[in-house]
C-alpha cells in the first residue's frame, strides 16, 4: 500500500507513493477538500489540472445529505460524484462536535441532531465504518473525540480512552465485515499533552491500522505546541506507514510537518480565502479587493502555472470580484490550490535532492 521511495537523511521527512483502488498518491500529497462530494467553486478537471491525486470528502455531511441510500444506489461515492481518483472520507466526528446543535456522547457512540433540519442520530465506530464502506473511500477514518483547545488534562484523558475503544470497535467490524473495503486509518488525540499524545500514539499502534491520522491539532494553540504535539505522536508511530495530519494546510506550517514525517495534508483554507477574495503568494497571502490591484496587469504571481495565472490579470480579477461575478471565485481557487500542489511537488524534490 505504502512504499517509501526517498528517506531524508536530515529528519523524518520521506518521499513515498501510496496505492490505492483508485490511482497512486506520490507522497507528501496535499488532499483539496470536498466536503459534501464537490471542491467548492471548481470542477473535477480543473482540480486535476492543478495536480490534485487524492480528495477528502466528509462523512458527516454526505451521511446527512444526500443520505446513504442515494450514494449507494449511484454506485458509490466516486461515480456519484463523477470523481475517479482516490478519496479520503474523515469520519465526521469533529463536525458533530462543532456543527451539531445537541449532541450526547457516551462510549457507544455519539448521538446528535443534525444542523440541517434538526433530526436526531446516533453515529457508532461501527455505523461509521459501514458508512464509508458503501461510500467505496479509498482510506477511512475511524469515529474519534476531539476535545478543544484549551482543555483540561482530564477532558484529554476521557477522550484518550474513548478514541482507543472506538479504534478497536472500528478495526474489529472493518476486518470481519469490510476487510475489501478501502484501508481504515487509526487516528492518534492526546490534546496538548506530551505523556497523553504518547499513550494515544502507542494504544493505536498497537491495534495494527495500516496508516494513521493525527487529530486534535490545528484547533488554536500556539504553532510551537502543536510541533511539539505533532513530534511525540510522530515519534511513537512506525515511521514505514503514512501519516495524515488532519486539518492542518498552511505552506509554512506543511514545511515543518513534513519534517516529522508527515505524508497528507488536507484544508479547507485555500479555497476558502479564495471565496473571500484572497490569493496566496510566496510571501503570503494577498487581498483582490485592495485598490493597489486596480491598474495592476500582471498575474497573481508571475511564476504559477495554474490556469489563472497564464490567462488574466490581478486588475481583471479584482474588478470580476467587485462586480459580484462567479468566475473570480474559480480562478483564485484554481490559482490558491495550484500553490498548495506546487508546494507539495516542491518539496518531493527538496526530499529526493537531499534538501529536507
Known amino acids: 500500500m505504502f512504499k517509501i521511495i526517498t528517506k531524508s537523511s536530515r529528519s523524518k521527512a520521506r518521499a513515498g507513493k501510496l496505492k490505492t483502488s483508485h490511482g497512486t498518491i506520490d507522497t507528501p500529497a496535499f488532499m483539496p477538500v470536498g466536503t459534501q462530494g464537490t471542491v467548492k467553486a471548481a470542477t473535477w478537471q480543473q482540480v486535476k489540472d492543478i495536480g490534485a491525486q487524492i480528495i477528502l470528502s466528509n462523512t458527516y455531511h454526505l451521511y446527512l445529505r444526500p443520505g446513504i441510500k ?5 454506485g458509490g461515492l466516486h461515480k456519484f460524484i463523477g470523481w475517479d481518483g482516490p478519496i ?3 469520519s465526521g466526528g469533529y463536525q458533530v462536535f462543532s456543527l451539531a446543535k445537541l449532541r450526547k456522547i457516551t462510549d457507544e457512540g455519539v448521538t446528535f441532531s443534525s444542523h440541517i433540519d434538526g433530526s436526531s442520530h446516533l453515529l457508532t465506530p461501527e455505523k461509521v465504518v459501514e458508512i464509508q464502506s458503501i461510500f467505496g473511500s479509498d482510506i477511512m477514518m475511524p469515529l474519534d473525540e476531539c476535545v478543544a483547545y484549551p482543555s483540561t488534562r482530564a477532558e484529554a484523558e476521557k477522550a484518550v480512552i474513548r478514541t482507543t475503544k472506538w479504534a ?5 467490524i472493518k476486518n470481519m465485515k469490510y476487510k475489501s473495503k478501502g484501508e481504515l486509518f487509526g487516528i ?11 499513550r494515544s500514539a502507542e494504544e493505536i499502534k498497537a491495534l495494527d491500522f495500516p496508516g494513521y491520522g493525527i487529530g486534535g491539532l490545528s484547533v488554536g494553540e500556539p504553532k510551537e505546541m502543536m510541533l511539539k504535539m505533532l513530534e511525540v505522536s510522530t515519534d511513537n508511530l512506525e515511521y514505514e506507514k503514512p501519516k495524515h495530519l488532519m486539518g ?6 506543511i514545511k515543518e510537518a513534513v519534517k516529522y514525517g ?23 497571502k494577498e487581498i483582490i479587493r485592495n485598490a493597489k490591484f486596480e491598474f ?16 488574466f490579470t490581478k486588475a481583471y480579477i479584482r474588478h470580476l470580484f467587485v462586480a459580484k461575478e462567479i468566475l473570480p471565485l474559480t480562478l483564485m481557487t484554481i490559482h490558491n490550490l495550484r500553490v498548495m500542489t506546487g508546494l507539495m511537488e516542491e518539496i518531493r524534490e527538496k526530499i529526493k535532492n537531499g534538501l529536507i
Open 296 to 311: 495592476d496587469f500582471t498575474p497573481l504571481d508571475k511564476d504559477c502555472d495554474c490556469y489563472a495565472c497564464k490567462n
Open 88 to 90: 479520503l472520507t474523515d
Open 262 to 284: 508527515i505524508d497528507l495534508f488536507d484544508c479547507v483554507i485555500p479555497t476558502r480565502l479564495a471565496r473571500h477574495g484572497a490569493f496566496l503568494t510566496e510571501k503570503g
Open 188 to 198: 492518534v488525540q492526546g490534546g496538548m499533552y506530551k505523556d497523553l499524545r504518547k
Open 248 to 253: 492542518v494546510g498552511f505552506p509554512e506550517d
Open 70 to 74: 442515494v450514494i449507494k444506489l449511484a
Open 168 to 172: 478497536g470497535r472500528s478495526i474489529e
